[in-house]
């Protein structure tokens, strides 16, 4: 199936070895379901773990399932070798530094052009027909991450030169794969970016980089565009996350040129920390004790009263208890001081590991279990505290029709029709809807969810097809 523009599917379903979804008899029974009503539906794969066993579990599903291979559109993402340090240092030995960049400690960029090619090949063979899709993600981590190991009074010199290294492997890249769609390997390629904007930032990937390189690599032969078999472009779009894609979507308009929504339900806030859109509703699914559980700990954790002491307790015995409970007092008092700074539930659970649970762990050994289950129950209410905050936040933000990081157009253009926030309806409900009617407005093209379970998956497209519907009914795609 040609993946051009007017052929990417509407709802998207993204892979990874080892996800829930990646199990041939799990996703066969999903195929058949989301295929129900004759829709095309993508699936998107991301072996970066090198192993290519999500590219074989789709392989599998489909035949498994019985549907319409037409129905079904197969993209593999190339470009992120994530885990495995001794194929991270193969693939440097094998292509050089020209070619390969350390992102951090568990992750490279691979742009080099004959990693690409045969990624391509590999994931054709895999599936036992053309792949429709190949997406290059995140080529701007070949520039930031020499940026992040340089020296900075040096880096902005040197990043004119990556940047044209960069432009280099991707051009010779595109090169590759007009080749293999020439020869039917392939149906076309694309690029997904975390950081694909109109901006000029030293982490930003220019969508112009992208069509620059694709126009040096055409060959102007059967088929092909003046930007050869490039078919669209994928970035990250949700409630929160709206304004930064609004420039990309037009340029890509302008282009004939496809746009794909990534994270739909996880929007990044300032700090770079994830905002949460599954919630329950506006009583947020859990139940929020954090003041009366703190209340409790703030009078346990007080030193006894002189006739409280036991009498088999020394002066040493007693200035260990009363340094332990004042020491547990006013962390947990810092704890509490801290929340506010909380903008993301995945923020708490980064420094629960690395900072509250060692120094918990190394304390309880002198408390009481009375104590220690008091200390559990406090943290407990504490996270809990910090995801509910964060969903107000985000209902807030999506509620607003004009704020900055809401729906709305500002004074130029009325939010979509029917697109609102309900009070008592999830957030993940209401983002399913707002990406369909992003995409029946012709904002966007499709929408990639990665889904933790099957049911999270036809949930989101329901709300997508609901969505559509509605839509279509106030008003019509974007001409």
């Not at 093209?445 to 889904?451: F, I, M, Q, S, T």
Request: hydrophobic share 40%; aromatic share 6%.
């Amino acid at each position: 199936m040609q993946a051009g523009r007017r052929h990417l599917p509407r709802f998207w379903l993204g892979l990874q070895t080892g996800s829930p979804l990646a199990d041939v008899g799990v996703l066969s029974e999903l195929l058949r379901e989301l295929t129900q009503t004759g829709a095309a539906i993508g699936l998107e794969t991301a072996p970066f773990d090198g192993t290519g066993r999500v590219d074989e579990v789709v392989s599998a599903a489909l035949r498994a399932s019985g549907v319409q291979q037409d129905n079904v559109v197969v993209s593999r993402l190339v470009g992120i070798v994530d885990g495995d340090a001794a194929r991270r240092a193969a693939l440097l030995a094998e292509f050089g530094p020209e070619a390969v960049t350390v992102v951090d400690e568990t992750t490279s960029s691979c742009l080099a052009p004959a990693f690409v090619e045969r990624e391509a090949v590999q994931a054709s063979e895999t599936l036992g027909r053309p792949l429709d899709l190949l997406m290059v993600v995140n080529p701007e981590d070949f520039v930031v991450g020499r940026i992040n190991r340089s020296d900075p009074l040096k880096a902005g010199e040197d990043k004119q030169k990556w940047d044209s290294e960069l432009r280099g492997l991707l051009r010779d890249s595109f090169g590759r794969l007009n080749s293999l769609c020439e020869k039917g390997v392939l149906g076309g390629y694309g690029v997904s970016s975390e950081a694909l904007e109109m901006g000029a930032g030293p982490a930003a990937l220019h969508p112009n980089t992208i069509t620059a390189a694709a126009a040096a690599a055409a060959s102007k032969g059967p088929g092909q565009s003046a930007t050869g078999f490039l078919r669209c472009v994928a970035m990250p779009g949700n409630l929160v996350e709206r304004r930064a894609w609004r420039a990309v979507a037009q340029w890509a308009h302008d282009r004939s040129l496809g746009l794909l929504l990534t994270r739909p339900l996880t929007a990044r806030d300032p700090t770079g920390a994830p905002l949460p859109l599954d919630d329950g509703g506006s009583s947020h699914g859990s139940e929020d004790n954090y003041d009366q559980v703190r209340a409790e700990a703030a009078s346990w954790f007080v030193p006894p009263a002189e006739d409280e002491w036991p009498s088999d307790y020394s002066e040493a015995d007693r200035a260990d208890v009363v340094e332990a409970v004042e020491f547990m007092a006013s962390f947990l008092n810092q704890l509490h001081e801290a929340l506010p700074g909380y903008t993301s539930p995945l923020h708490w659970e980064k420094d629960l590991a690395t900072q509250v649970a060692p120094v918990v762990r190394d304390r309880l050994a002198e408390v009481d279990e009375t104590s220690a289950s008091l200390i559990a129950r406090f943290l407990d209410a504490y996270g809990r505290r910090v995801r509910i905050t964060c969903q107000r936040r985000t209902r807030q933000v999506v509620s607003d029709p004009l704020g900055e990081g809401g729906l709305g157009y500002g004074a130029t253009r009325p939010p979509w029709p029917g697109v609102r926030l309900g009070a008592e309806e999830p957030l993940q409900d209401f983002a399913g809807r707002w990406c369909g009617a992003v995409v029946q407005t012709g904002e966007a093209d499709g929408v990639v969810l990665h889904a933790a379970t099957a049911e999270e998956a036809e949930r989101m497209l329901a709300a997508i097809q609901s969505a559509t519907v509605a839509a279509e009914g106030g008003g019509g795609a974007r001409q």
